[in-house]
């Protein structure tokens, strides 16, 4: 844990007095100074990599695709009322659908 977080934990646990205003204003002041380091504040963080990201836009791109295909396909509709699974595909498909084909 970093030490700023390690320091102002240990405050807030030491002083068992005070009002619950002035317990909050700490609080909220400690995540101030903890969202001001770098890397410390949820709402500005950015995924290290980009091509990780890509990937998954482009695993999100095929997967629809592959599904929209599915609802066209012959194979599909046969073993989607053979087996009574509305999710069922044809090995193709399926083979798309996991990344295969």
Known sequence: MHRLA???LGSYMKD???????????VQDGIERLKSI???DPAKFVS???LVRLKEVQHEYQTRNTF??????QQCHQLRQ???DP???CEEHFAQAMSFG
């Open 6 to 8: 390690v320091a102002f």
């Open 82 to 84: 053979a087996s009574g």
């Open 87 to 89: 999710t069922a595909l």
């Open 16 to 26: 068992k007095r005070g009002s619950h205003r002035a317990k909050k204003r700490m």
């Open 68 to 73: 929209e295909a599915a609802q066209h396909c």
């Open 38 to 40: 770098p890397g410390w």
């Open 48 to 50: 290290t990599s980009t």
